[in-house]
């Protein structure tokens, strides 16, 4: 007999989004607002500029791994039923309509706002003599000396060319009339945008078109029939096997150079090519026509975040935001004193990113601190945070780091700082085998007249002060024993051989932390059988897997209010009728990056707030160490509601997907326009300008039932 909590399933119908093409029309959600007018135009350049970068790691990571799985006959299919090789063709095609949607945005939009504001692209023949005399000068004195012109014969193969660099294809004729193949690499350490001299404005010409112009004094004796730019992207996963590397420092950085050769993945060529060298292209790399994407522009748009600091265009940004202290931290003399009192939350960017680094210098620097334990993920370049730590560790304080090296991308910066946290006397680790460490956690052991007492901060986001200042995160300061006991035993767990405890208040993944999510959806299913108030409110990146998701469609059969704010990939399918009537999924895309992770549990009227580091996928949840913690202070948890609500209140920058996976803006009429992120910037000043007062008057106030609208 048929489970009745089971929830329906039409044969016509799946119940599951594609991982990568819901990635995709995230990606075209960020190409929106490079699209949308209203956004200032420097703003939309860095938005147009990220979906270029975002699609490179798309195609390094997901793409090439779904290649991989095509060469090796695998004939599985995904949770919307589809082959690798039936993803790799949707993809193709989806990926084809992005990057014609993306140079519309660049050639018809936004350069011609750029010349209204006095910003040329200039061509070889726009330029005047005096200005090509100077460009030549600049060919022949920087330019000539860095470039290598590469011949492709019997005697030279085609070269290997590093991912993601930008080349032109050269068709030669030689003295006997013989046709030739070279390829020219354009310098990555010169400018892209070249500058020229113009009597009213800034003019640019790119660095190919350079190339391409003085390419006879590259090829002496050789007639240049044509030439072509080109950019060829590589796989980039690395392939560590963890079990047999005796140090996995040195196995990661001999996996960094297969990183840099990996096989190509996709070919992006200028349009128009002759076909003589678009085909010797082909042949050569062995790209099958479906991976080419001939671009109407120029190529690799990634490198227009340069252009984004462009002097005396600050009006063509947005209005600059300066994080606002926390009223509970702010002139405090020490932090110690504020969190041994009660618990503070921070909201960053809105919220300055100094308190925490604030907490750390004056652990490093206490002589009653003892120890100091930090979990590392991503840095930025110039880390204060590990300049701190290996300060603190010739203060004398037993510092441990868990550095986690398999961080993609940023293994190099963080192999790097290892070997300097090392060298300045802090004990560096690297995690447990086979298991990334992302979780955030700093833990402070102090003594105090009381005894020895412990400090923690835990966070949804990585310690990185740059990133603070771009993406939406939350972090929790705490002195409650019950965290810090838990953050011990979370040490103990990475850094020696501890088998996991019974835990207090964290919920840690890869063991236990799925169970507690699932316990906690079918706690509000009962609530809502019994016809008690039941809602959830999940804030994620991400929602893949899927016991999660079917949980959360038994939930909804049974009545639960489910409203889940998914930034990214969503393989739910909200407003199936008898599936999912009662999910609205919502993503927001702004200014900032949103990047928090917040659990809302209605549970019966007492409700719990959860945050961590975890989004809800098998990877999360299965193959990393992750932690999800309670906000216990009932002041917070209200507080982190009205944020939840502000967010679903969104009629600004909120997309709201339908059951066929399409992102619409949410319909405003009759609603006021809110845009949650501009919203809690002023929140933040407000709460800030605040302070002092006896109660603080919150700019939002939590609903308790959802606007169908």
């Known amino acids: 007999m048929k489970n009745p909590n089971e929830p329906r399933k039409d044969k016509e119908q799946n119940l599951f989004f594609n991982r990568e093409l819901s990635w995709l029309d995230f990606n075209f959600r960020v190409l929106e607002e490079a ?43 995904d949770l919307s039923g589809r082959t690798s090789r039936q993803q790799l063709e949707e993809i193709s095609q989806k990926v084809h309509l992005m990057v014609k949607n993306q140079y519309n945005c660049l050639v018809r939009s936004i350069l011609p706002a750029l010349k209204k504001e006095k910003v040329f692209f200039l061509g070889i023949k726009d330029l005047d003599p005096d200005q090509v005399e100077s460009l030549d000068h600049y060919f022949r004195s920087t330019v000539f000396p860095v470039i290598t012109p590469m011949a492709v014969d019997q005697g030279r193969p085609f070269p290997q060319l590093p991912n993601k660099s930008l080349n032109q294809a050269v068709y030669l004729k030689g003295p006997e ?70 140090d996995l420092l040195v196995e990661i950085e001999k996996s960094l150079q297969q990183r840099r050769s990996g096989f ?207 993406y939406t995160d939350i972090g929790l300061f705490t002195s409650n024993e019950l965290f810090g006991g838990d953050a011990s035993s979370l040490f103990n767990v990475l850094t020696g051989y501890s088998l996991p405890p019974q835990w207090k208040v964290f ?70 009728p008898g599936v999912s009537d009662n999910i609205r999924v919502v993503s927001i895309v702004g200014r900032f990056l949103e990047h928090s992770r917040v659990f809302y549990f209605e549970n019966a009227g007492s409700p719990e707030v959860f945050l961590g580091s975890a989004d809800m996928m098998p990877r999360n949840l299965d193959r990393r160490i992750e932690t999800i913690f309670p906000v216990l202070d009932e002041s917070l948890r209200n507080q982190l509601l009205g944020f939840l609500e502000l967010q679903l209140s969104d009629t600004l920058r909120a997309r709201q997907a339908d059951a066929q996976g399409a992102y619409r803006f949410v319909d405003g009429r009759g609603k006021e326009a809110v845009d949650s992120q ?17 109660e603080l008057k919150p700019l939002f106030q939590p609903a308790r039932h959802r606007d169908e609208g």
């Open 35 to 77: 699209m949308d007018t209203r956004n200032p135009l420097l703003e939309r350049i860095k938005f147009l500029a990220i979906t270029g970068s975002n699609l490179d790691e798309f195609f390094m990571i997901r793409v090439a791994g779904l290649m991989e799985q095509v060469e090796a006959g695998y004939t599985g299919r």
């Open 177 to 246: 009339k013989e046709e030739l193949l070279a390829v020219v690499q354009v310098p990555s350490v010169l400018p892209r945008f070249v500058p020229v001299s113009l009597e009213e404005g800034q003019g640019y010409i790119l660095m190919e078109n350079v190339i391409a112009h003085f390419a006879s004094l590259l090829f002496k004796g050789y007639h240049v029939e044509g030439m072509v730019p080109f950019r060829l992207t590589r796989n980039a996963d690395l392939s560590i096997d963890e079990d047999d590397a005796q």
């Open 264 to 470: 190509p993945v996709r070919l992006e060529i200028a349009h128009k090519a002759k076909p003589r060298l678009r085909d010797a292209l082909l042949h050569m790399l062995e790209i099958e026509s479906g991976d080419v994407y001939e671009v109407p522009g120029p190529i690799d748009l990634s490198a227009w975040m340069k252009l984004t600091a462009l002097p005396g265009k600050e009006a063509l940004l947005f209005e600059h935001v300066a994080p606002r202290p926390v009223p509970a931290l702010y002139d405090q003399p020490s932090v110690f004193d504020v969190v041994r009192d009660k618990d503070v939350l921070l909201h960053h960017p809105y919220q300055s990113f100094e308190h925490v680094l604030d907490f750390l210098k004056e652990a490093a620097r206490d002589p009653n601190v003892l120890a100091i334990k930090q979990t590392l993920y991503r840095v930025s370049g110039n880390s204060p945070v590990v300049e701190t730590l290996m300060e603190a560790a010739q203060n004398g304080k037993q510092v441990t780091v868990l550095v986690e090296l398999k961080a993609r991308f940023d293994e190099e910066n963080n192999i790097q700082w290892a070997r300097k946290l090392e060298k300045a006397g802090c004990y560096v680790v690297y995690g447990l085998v086979g298991l990334k460490t992302h979780c955030k956690v700093l833990l402070v052991v102090r003594r105090e007249d009381e005894g020895i007492a412990r400090y923690v901060h835990l966070s949804t986001g990585n310690y990185n002060d740059s990133t603070a200042r771009l």
């Open 507 to 576: 919920s840690v993944a890869p063991l236990g932390l799925r169970d507690r999510f699932l316990d906690l959806i079918r706690r509000e299913a009962q609530f809502a059988r019994e016809g008690m108030g039941a809602r959830l409110i999940f804030k994620v990146n991400s929602l893949l897997d899927q016991t999660i998701i079917q949980e959360l469609y038994k939930a909804s059969q049974q009545g639960v209010q489910v409203d889940l704010i998914v930034r990214g990939i969503c393989s739910l399918r909200p407003g199936l």
């Open 678 to 694: 501009h919203r809690m910037i002023q929140w933040a000043k407000e709460l800030f300008q605040q302070r002092g007062e006896e």
